[in-house]
């Protein structure tokens, strides 16, 4: 039978390449997802994460190895590893968004301690992608994605794709199956194949021979599924295909994949999701993050993905530059946000072993991901590169013969490039929609670095960068053939000194680095979220504005109406803003005459947004007039982690003022401190970034309480204030 270990504990680390006989004594114990070194969130040098390291292993085969072949499983290792076992080299390899393997059983000591010696380069290698010129990304190093150990019978199951077809008609379910047979005679075997299980009867069974020493193709049709439950955005549901390989009475293998019913297709006139026109609205995603760089854990990845559903209410993603963690789309799967996936690279294409790795990528990405019912466009292009009509034609081909189910897509930045792909995708940096040369058309990035935005900017900018997104994307929804418009970006993001705000840092994100809101984020909240939102667009100050005052006040709701008062009293009742956003499900709401010369001095009073919906008052914002740093909020986003030394979120701090609303100019420092067995991660003290920051805190081996406390240490700075909170480590 299959066995699976995790393999994320007990690696030692090194910073610096190490010989294979080096003492244990000049690593330090790590475990995994790692970054081969912690950065502040901003004002590094790239160059300080690009070296070559050492990681090591020892382990004994966690149970008898029986005849079973052992390999280890890598989920991605940034960029380029050469490993050894027990001091046998077993290979290479170059590429840090796509998983990879090796065979250990040749070099296996069964029954005595076995070393895994793993060099790690974290250079940016010219000869591998994205490399080789310039990236508004940055890669960081680390073995940073899971490792797994894995136990196989010499017949075993390699792969399943689950291929759901006639959904919307009668559905079926067809199976390609990769079976092995390492051994040197044929192999006589029972396949079975069940969908959720033997229950509804979607049961498939066979006899198989399997070649000597090779692999076997099948495809297999399952029987006529009945009341199959259609995968929605609103409902995603997801079974689960078991595959089943017996030889005799014995169960050689077992693995399984889930799988969801659903039709998704770009037509000329727009994206179509079962059946229906289905405007998408997206954000663009980089999987990095403050301080660990891109070693995210589970709990991280798929918090990303809620923060983009729930925070930011899209329905797509599109995972540039690259293959993102299998957390991230496994929280995809299951929370109902499409995704549109890309192989990594941007602008450069390299020489004739640069673009073979970029094919490699391609059947890498499609080979894990295809199960995905999230997935609906592979994007088989570099990001902006020149057109290349023979690589791309290749890359093209590769992807629809791996997966015949799924359109293809390539972005590209100029309107002449030839389409090769079924999907033209194309990055609009016109400030509004261009109409389309050709469809199926996607817009997969608007603004982005034509207005870069701090959460420490000035309102009207903030505002500004806002209403950007705002008319972008209503005017998505007018012009014809526009199947939906992804925004760049979701999350500010590190990058090199060439690009951003030369503290590497590109503030392109409607939220910032840390995940936290811009205003941005809050006209995208107001479009996509499903329980009542309202959000005033400003900071309520009477002199930060050109010219002061706060005419007009934007607000964003996915309200009827809103009520808008100062103090106690009633300025008015406003509707959503139909005459400049015609199209957007709900308009923001514009203000006009809340002038400064009416709120001077003493009628200057909290400002209070009440959104009606359905005629009754149902959510409210307030924000003080003061402008006093009233509290100190600590916010971590889970209670609960588990005790593995592994596990990770984030812990949020905040200025605020009595309402919480975070003070865009607050600059006191904010120290923290963590008691009980876990590790506070990120720079601390902390200097406040628009008001607001976040830290992160991993968890220790040993269950138990972690109390982290905050308190202001700005010495003159307004007030004593303190926060804690809690976490509970099991
Ligand atoms: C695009 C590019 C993105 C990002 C963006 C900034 O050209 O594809 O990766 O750099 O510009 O606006």
Redesign the pocket.
Known sequence: MRTLHDFNHGWLFAARPLPLDADDSLFDPVTIPHTNILLPHHNFDNADYQFISTYRKHFHLPEARAGRFVSLDFDGAMTAVTVWLNGHRLGEHAGGYVPFSFDLTPFLHENAENTIQIELDSTERPDIPPNGYVV??LTFGGIYRDVRLRLVEPAHIDGIFAKPKHVLTRPALDVDLRLRNLRGEIRECRLRVTLDGDEHGFQYETLIFLPAGGDYNATVEMPPLHDIQLWTPDQPKLYTLNVYLYGGQTLLDHAWTRVGFRDAVFKDDGFYLNGERFPLRGLNRHQTYPYIGGAAPARLQRRDADILKDELGVNLVRT??YPQSPHFLNRCDEIGLLVFEEIPG?QFIGDSDWKALVLRDVEAMITRDRNHPSIILWGVRI??SPDDDALYSATNNLAHRLDPTRQTGG?R?FTTSRKLEDVFTY?D?SNTIIDPVVTPYLVT?F????FPTKTWDNELRQIEHALRHARIQDRALAVPGVSGAIG?CAFDYNTHRE?GSGDRI?Y?GVSDIFRLPKFAADFYASQGLKTPFVRAATFWTQGDRDEGGNDPLWVFSNCDEIEVYIGDELEGRYQPDRETFPNLPHPPFRVPNLSLIRLWGVHYQDLRVVGWMNGEPAAEHRIAADGLPAQLMLIPDDEVLQADAIDMTRVVIKLADKYGNRLPYATAAVALTLEGNGTLIGENPFPMVGGQAALYVRAGRTPGVLTISAHVITSLARGNLTAAAQITCR
Not at 447 to 450: A, K
């Open positions: 508004d990304y540039s530059h941007w990001n902006e972005v930045n990055n940096f990035e603004s982005g670095h034509m760049w690009l590109c392109h």
